[in-house]
């Protein structure tokens, strides 16, 4: 691996770590109506174990489209199994500024 692919990299887990944030701030909101608080996500964290159901899922990801100014497919929503899934799709979309496919 040459110096630019590290760079990158680096770059890329830099915007998960924002984009792993910014998710954490968006489901603890929604889900602090609904009595749960201190959640923590990692990239393997179930969205099912979080308790969301789809129209939870949706609230979540229109959030993160606004906090991004993106467009996320929303067709691939139902394919999203985890908080790392969840990541890769807002992720792409940062990247192409288009609807995306994880």
Same mark, same amino acid.
């Given at each position: 691996?040459?110096?630019?692919? $590290?760079?990158m990299?680096?770059?890329?887990?830099?915007? +998960?770590?924002v984009?792993?944030q910014?998710?954490? *701030?968006?489901?603890?909101?929604? *889900?602090?109506?609904? #009595?749960?608080?201190n959640?923590? *996500?990692? +990239?393997?964290?179930?969205? #099912?174990? *979080? #308790?969301?159901?789809?129209? $939870?899922?949706?609230?979540?990801?229109?959030?993160?489209? @606004?906090?991004f100014?993106?467009? @996320? =497919?929303?067709?691939?929503?139902?394919?999203?199994?985890?908080? #790392? =899934?969840?990541?890769?799709?807002?992720h792409?979309?940062?990247?192409?500024?288009?609807?995306?496919?994880?």
């Amino acid at each position: 691996m040459n110096c630019h692919e $590290k760079a990158m990299t680096s770059q890329e887990e830099g915007s +998960h770590g924002v984009i792993l944030q910014n998710i954490e *701030l968006v489901v603890t909101e929604l *889900l602090r109506n609904s #009595g749960r608080c201190n959640i923590e *996500l990692a +990239h393997s964290t179930s969205l #099912g174990s *979080l #308790g969301m159901d789809s129209l $939870k899922l949706v609230e979540i990801i229109f959030a993160l489209e @606004a906090r991004f100014a993106i467009v @996320a =497919d929303e067709q691939l929503m139902a394919e999203l199994e985890t908080v #790392g =899934d969840l990541i890769t799709l807002i992720h792409r979309a940062c990247i192409t500024k288009e609807p995306t496919t994880i």
